[in-house]
């Protein structure tokens, strides 16, 4: 630290001990930092892991300081933590044997993340809630930067922000018009075209009055700019960009009939990276978040693990077991579902295993059929559903829905989870182990007493 430096300023520092031990504690419970913060402060037995004496410490832990040093972790040092902690429990394992094989199972699940409008209710995103969203957060921005700077009215326009509340309301009345406005089913044609102009007349005064808003912020942003608020000016940019985006889909979709493409499709204005996931499962028609893949051994340690970015299964498979056999050449088995089944993915993968079971698609060969039917085959697929468990065992921990921002966020939480999960089977093991201990003392005691 400088000589010129001020203490009493900047973002308050933690032990990397503490913010481990508070970052896994709070993936291990699946808990929000509300409750973290509170078993912090009075957890006695967790105090006494972080390093404090007792009750007498008077140090304790303020809500943003847990939320800015655990959010300083990156996954990078997560994954290698994540290696030690597998690699102490298999040295657990392999007292009173010479070594360990490891078999693996791999499997892919979707993690949620936190959109605005979430599918089990079925208010799937649109794009006319996505520009609802983009023009509320356009407005109330620009609105709340010109009123702190005195902004009311731009030397170029006479209009300001003075009422940008009530601009809002009435932007979301012109939006729930649209979501009542339906579409004519009848059989005369002419009720339907009225009814169909009825409907675009609506949308057009919608899109207009988005066009409007637009404007006015990037007049706004000049403003701002013009002051020397560049920070805040650019905190405008990107939901101008939201709306324009929205606005031009909408016109397209509506008014001019065009259908657009998937790719072009944004989810959520908060986490762009939500991704569209229909995997065919019973009850769950659609899964709006990212799909991650998992390597579980036999031990139910998490080997390795992917956020897949827009990536399917079949893509990942080289590329999991490459990354887990660096570091665990023990790996000499992996089991697989048929979606991640490729003809290449065969043979690579044949390269690196000595047993590869990855049931094939379609008909099979006579030499698929002799392979499929072998003991080791069956046995292993018979053991791959335990893969269920692990994957439930980390929607326990924290992804069932990632709450955590940004692409960065999401891995690092998801790092968090496998971390957290192999800490708890971990326990698991030493807990049974000493059980074990226990039990075998209290059968000597029983042996000398009958004696």
């Not at 430096?5 to 291990?28: H, I, N």
């Not at 290698?80 to 010479?98: D, P, S, W, Y």
């Not at 988005?210 to 706004?220: C, S």
């Not at 093991?429 to 004696?451: D, F, G, N, S, V």
Request: aromatic residues 6%; proline residues 3%.
């Amino acid at each position: 630290m400088g000589a010129d430096s001020r203490k009493d300023t900047g973002r308050p520092g933690m032990e990397l001990w503490k913010v481990f031990v508070l970052a896994t504690v709070k993936l291990g419970l699946g808990c929000d930092y509300d409750r973290l913060q509170e078993l912090a402060d009075q957890h006695n037995t967790l105090r006494q892991m972080l390093g404090h004496s007792g009750w007498d410490d008077p140090q304790r832990y303020a809500l943003q300081t847990l939320i800015d040093n655990i959010s300083k972790l990156t996954p990078e040092v997560l994954v290698e933590v994540n290696q030690i902690v597998v690699e102490a429990g298999h040295e657990l394992l392999k007292k009173g044997c010479c070594g360990l094989i490891l078999k693996g199972r791999c499997d892919s699940f979707v993690v949620e993340t936190d959109v605005h409008y979430p599918p089990p209710d079925n208010h799937y995103p649109t794009d006319t809630n996505l520009l609802w969203d983009a023009l509320r957060k356009l407005i109330r921005q620009a609105g709340r930067s010109c009123e702190a700077n005195g902004i009311v009215r731009h030397r170029i326009t006479t209009r300001g922000w003075r009422q940008y509340e009530y601009n809002c309301q009435q932007v979301k009345r012109l939006f729930r018009r649209t979501q009542k406005v339906r579409y004519s089913n009848s059989k005369d044609s002419e009720k339907r075209r009225i009814k169909n102009g009825q409907v675009a007349a609506v949308y057009r005064d919608y899109l207009d009055s988005a066009r409007f808003y637009v404007e006015k912020g990037k007049e706004a942003r000049q403003a701002l700019e013009a002051c020397g608020q560049v920070v805040q000016a650019m905190l405008l940019s990107p939901w101008i960009v939201d709306a324009e985006r929205q606005i031009g889909q909408i016109n397209r979709r509506v008014l001019q009939g065009e259908v657009i493409p998937h790719e072009e499709k944004v989810f959520s204005l908060f986490e762009p990276h939500t991704e569209w996931i229909s995997k065919g499962k019973a009850g769950v028609p659609v899964e709006l978040g990212v799909r991650v893949c998992v390597l579980e051994d036999q031990y139910q340690f998490i080997l390795h693990h992917q956020v897949m970015w827009q990536q399917t299964d079949d893509k990942v498979a080289v590329s999991m077991v490459g990354d887990a056999r660096q570091r665990y050449p023990e790996l000499t088995q992996c089991s697989f579902d048929k979606g991640f089944y490729r003809p290449a993915n065969q043979c690579d993968l044949s390269e690196l295993l000595d047993h590869v079971i990855l049931p094939k698609k379609g008909r099979l060969s006579a030499a698929d059929k002799q392979r499929e039917t072998s003991d080791l085959f069956r046995t292993a697929r018979h053991q791959h559903s335990a893969i269920e468990s692990c994957i439930n065992n980390l929607e326990q921990r924290g992804l069932d829905r990632c709450r955590a921002h940004g692409k960065h966020g999401f891995e690092r939480h998801v790092a968090l989870s496998v971390l957290a999960t192999n800490l708890h089977r971990m326990g698991l093991i030493l807990q049974r182990t000493e059980k074990r201990k226990l039990e075998r003392a209290a059968r000597r005691t029983r042996k000398k007493l009958a004696a």
